[in-house]
């Protein structure tokens, strides 16, 4: 069976990772492989850019570098024709 694929608005994942608040759920069904989210490469600048701002480099390379790596993370760069 395919797992759902979702598009995480960017303030959703930043509220996401933080284990006190109420989206945290979302982070850990992303790490269970409980869902599939698609990203690009604008993205993941955007994820960067904001978590950077509250979370600092270290923490925001060591994360997004893991979730690059997760099987159900789709990296997908839309084409315009």
């Avoid at 989206?23 to 955007?46: A, C, G, M, P, R």
């Amino acid at each position: 069976m395919n797992n759902l694929r979702f598009v995480i608005d960017t303030n959703i994942f930043l509220v996401s990772l933080a284990p006190g608040f109420n989206y945290h759920w979302i982070y850990q069904s992303i790490l269970s492989n409980k869902f599939d989210i698609v990203i690009s490469n604008e993205i993941i600048t955007e994820y960067q850019e904001q978590i950077v701002k509250r979370y600092g480099t270290e923490f925001t390379d060591a994360s997004l570098d893991y979730l690059l790596l997760l099987p159900n993370v789709i990296l997908k760069n839309p084409d315009f024709l």
